[in-house]
């Protein structure tokens, strides 16, 4: 695919020179000869480079850097001026720009830079399409799961991401609601902007209303200056409230004022603020039991209840265990600089058995444990925290519904083997069996499917 660059020149002579220049080489160029024709085209037009002059008689160069930037991070821009000075390239390649040439362009510099360019675009491209397609087996923005209802949360997110509608997550403490917030987040719109946030269970009525509106200098006891609440600083992005039914009844009519107003009064103020904040609220209580007994506004309730989503305890997919055991193992091998490659059957066993009440919170705890304690390359049932296999008992493996002992052990092969890349021998080697047992599982799940 043809690169499409932006030239943007009140010269016309030299900004046709240089497009001239540049398209002999197979890109395809687009001529602006103000800042203003500049501006129009960044937001019409998909540009992957702006090539502009640094001074010009309307918008200048810096202005449609920060312009280029604002309407995409991927786009990438060169500055060229005849007015040449260290402070000024200085502040440009500060400001994001990939590089800096002075009139005249010297076209075969101007190439070269741009083939660097090409080049960096190429592989971020690259990268961004293999994690989708990772995304797509094992879950979503760092969410792992490969179960049913992972994948059905995980396409629920693709579809109301890039909306502005307030988001409801459920589920128990531990099970990731921060993390699935933070994916909304960054695969929508607003991705660009801040991401806001605060636990509303940590903190008292007053601390927690100062946090969320801010409040002017004077309005208590310490309140030695002015500053900004969450609504605030999140404007333009997204604010995310965890334990939301912790929220004091007084706090709640304030909230629920500011999102119907779509304006916030820090405290001891008067002055009304306008902000712009993508709400993703959550809970491991059951709010409709709280309206019951009117602990929490039933019309804030149902503001927030826009889109809900339940994110599934861990013992609800416990065929995602195996999975995500063996990232937490790369994850903290790396971190803690450890050799180890892999998790004995035995020690598998204990860990799908045990209930996991803390859920993926607790498993991740468990796993670095078991890595910083390990002597060897392979986890093994004596790593696992004794407050765990004491838990885990005697009685029968607790499954999911239609999962068997059978199709752990397949699921927990065939994602190992996937994550090596089909490297038989690597897998093996984690998953602490020979490589002719790795064989003859193979070819019996062969079997089963012909």
Sequence with gaps: MKSTILIVDDEQAHAEAVAEGLSRTGYECLVALSGEEGSRALREKSVDILVTDLVMHDLDGMQLLHLAKERSREIEVIMITGHGSVESAVEAMNAGAAGYLEKPVNIKELRAQIEKVVEKQGLGRRNIELQKRLDEKFGFEGIIGDTP?????????????DTSATVFITGESGTGKELLAQ???????????????????????????????????????????????????????????DEVSEMPMTTQAKFLRVLEKGEVVRVGGNDPLPVDVRL??????????????????????????????????????????????????????????????????????????????????????????????????????????????????????????????????????????????????????????????LYRKLKEYKQKQA
Excluded at 149 to 161: D, G, N, S
Excluded at 198 to 205: K, P, Y
């Design 280 to 437: 993703v609220a959550a809970t491991n209580s059951d709010l409709e039991k709280e309206v019951e007994k009117e602990r929490f506004r039933s019309d804030l309730y149902f503001r927030l209840k826009v889109v809900t989503l339940r994110i599934p305890p861990l013992r609800e997919r416990r065929r995602d265990i195996p999975v995500l055991v063996n990232e937490f193992i790369k994850t903290f091998a790396e971190r803690h600089a450890r050799n180890v490659t892999g998790i004995s059957e035995e020690a598998m066993n204990v860990i799908y058995r045990y209930a996991w009440p803390g859920n993926i919170r607790e498993l991740k705890n468990c796993v670095e444990s078991m890595v910083v304690t390990s002597s060897g390359d392979t986890l093994e049932e004596k790593n696992i925290p004794e407050d765990i296999r004491a838990g885990v008992g005697g009685g029968p493996v607790p499954t999911a519904p239609g999962t068997t002992l059978a199709d752990m052990e397949e699921h927990l092969i065939l994602s190992t083997l996937e994550s090596v890349a089909g490297n038989r021998q690597k897998a093996a080697a984690m998953l602490g069996i020979g490589e002719r047992t």
């Design 183 to 241: 994916a909304i987040h960054n695969n929508s719109r607003r991705k660009h902007k801040p991401f806001a946030a605060l636990d509303c269970a940590a903190l008292s009525e007053g601390v927690l209303e100062s946090e969320l509106f801010g409040h002017e200098k004077g309005a208590f006891t310490h309140a030695i200056a002015q500053r900004k609440g969450r609504f605030e600083y999140a404007n333009g992005g997204t604010l995310f409230l």
């Design 149 to 161: 209802q992972m994948h059905k949360l995980f396409e629920t997110v693709r579809q109301i991401a």
